[in-house]
């Protein structure tokens, strides 16, 4: 398992640039820290809010080290508790100018959890762990679709100083979004939207177990645009209500989740959930198929899954540009070919309107409405590179690529709903549910 990713040896130039910048960043996070810990540390120790503690973490060749932090508990509330958790780990900086640990690295895993990685021969294992990693940024950004072991694979095998500085960086910058959402309702309503609060993983599940059951089921990713469209137009907002599985969608909707003080558990997108639910349908037989788009885009889409999950079973593909005179026709099309799921790529609320008017008669048991999804996948549109994905500036990227059409969107549309969701926090909106 490990063998298709083992750490490539790096140089000596890469081991000492990283010592140096994880000297000269503890010590200047030190300096820092001096005043505002000779101000409250002695009042926090001496009243026993804080003990300096050490624990047991597995370093490198799964050698024990121990790693410092003040055993506080930080106290509810997003403001404050990001604070405690900075104050918490200010001790470890300590760690960092010993070089027991670095800046960037796998997470320090505790010894009890080498059994969930496999064992100490797992090349996460083979570097120091670090105070930040690609896996808690991604958490942080919502974007934590693979699993922690991968992340540091991933990591392991592609480190170097400028990934190490780019990591810090966007991980300095994910800061911003709040802490990564672990304990939050399944449900939340934000914009008057009722979300469905769960992961990626239970998303695709549910797919298949409505298919298994045969039931149906309709799925709405709603970004922030979706949320400003839903505030004007009231037909959208009641075609949402129907749907069975509302997904936040982008870190517009995280931010808004963290002002309002109900956390989005992961970023679910169909662009992100595409990969996976072909992988998955390849493994179980089922078949997809795609209607949206300009003429031939949702083929080349669906050339890309094939070329990648050959078992996978297209059950047809159509543009997304047809009049209501041929919508039968469509329909019947669809029906004929037996999809079980089915993707509309016709922008939103055309798609979720269609597909509540429209899955019934076309015999798919699943349908989502997807956006661009075909855009990207068919190479017509160039999806945003990861690293800025992982700081939540994929909307940069999409109003570079078309000004045109996405200026209202974007610079317009992220203040709109900005405005809306400060209105909310403040007006006490009646739509606070949270549901575990
Ligand atoms: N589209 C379509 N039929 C229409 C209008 C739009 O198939 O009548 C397609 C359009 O070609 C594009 C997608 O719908 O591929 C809308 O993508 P958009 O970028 O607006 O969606 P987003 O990903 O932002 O939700």
Redesign the pocket.
């Known amino acids: 398992m490990h063998a298709q990713a083992m750490p490539v040896p790096q140089s000596r130039a890469y081991h000492l640039g990283k010592r140096l910048l994880d000297g000269i960043v503890a010590a200047l996070l030190l300096s820092a820290a001096a005043p505002l810990c000779a101000l409250l540390l002695p009042w926090l120790l001496v009243t026993g809010r804080a003990r300096i503690q050490a624990r047991e973490f597995v370093g490198i060749a799964g050698k024990s080290i121990w790693l410092h932090d003040f055993g506080t508990k930080a106290p509810e509330g997003a403001g404050t508790g990001r604070l405690y958790a900075c104050m918490q780990n200010l001790p470890r900086l300590f760690d960092l100018l010993d070089g027991r640990l670095s800046l960037v690295g796998p997470r320090p895993a505790a010894p009890e959890e080498l059994q969930s990685f496999s064992g100490i021969a797992h090349p996460r294992f083979s570097v120091a762990p670090g105070l930040t990693c690609l896996w808690s940024l991604r958490r942080r950004s919502n974007i934590d679709f693979g699993t922690e072991s991968e992340a540091d694979l991933e990591y392991v095998s592609h480190r170097c100083l400028r990934g190490d500085i780019g990591i810090l960086g966007r991980a300095l910058l994910a800061l911003a979004y709040g802490a990564d959402a672990q304990d939050c309702g399944a449900c939340q309503f934000i914009g008057g939207i009722r979300l469905l609060n769960l992961s990626m993983a239970n998303l695709l599940d549910a797919v298949f177990c409505a298919i298994e059951g045969k039931a149906r089921m309709r799925i709405a990713?709603v970004?922030p645009?979706?949320v400003n469209i839903a505030a004007r137009d009231a037909a959208y907002r009641r075609t949402l209500d129907k749907f069975d599985w509302v997904c936040a969608d982008g870190i517009g909707m995280k931010i808004a989740g963290s002002l309002l003080g109900r956390p989005i558990r992961q970023n679910i997108n169909g662009t992100d959930m595409f990969p996976r639910l072909c992988a998955a349908m390849a493994q179980s037989g089922h078949s997809l198929y795609l209607l949206?788009?300009?003429d031939g885009?949702a083929q080349a889409a669906a050339q890309w899954a094939l070329a990648r999950y050959p078992e996978l079973k297209i059950a047809g593909t159509r543009?997304?540009?047809f009049s209501s005179v041929e919508e039968a026709a469509v329909l019947q099309e669809i029906r004929s070919s037996g999809a079980q799921v089915l993707l509309v790529?016709?922008?939103?609320p055309?798609?979720e309107q269609w597909l509540e008017r429209n899955l019934e008669a076309s015999g798919a048991l699943v349908g989502m409405g997807?956006?661009?999804?075909?855009?990207f996948y068919s190479g017509r549109i160039r999806r945003a590179p990861l690293w800025l994905r992982e700081i939540g500036g994929e909307w940069i990227y999409?109003l570079i690529q078309e000004p045109g059409r996405m200026w209202r969107?974007y610079l317009v549309g992220n203040w709109v709903f900005l405005a809306r969701i400060v209105h909310e926090r403040f007006s006490g909106s009646r739509m606070k549910g949270t549901a575990r």
Not at 345 to 348: D, E, I, K, P
């Open positions: 990713f970004n645009d979706c949206g788009a300009r885009v543009s997304g540009y790529a016709m922008g939103a055309r798609q997807v956006g661009g999804l075909f855009d999409r969107r």
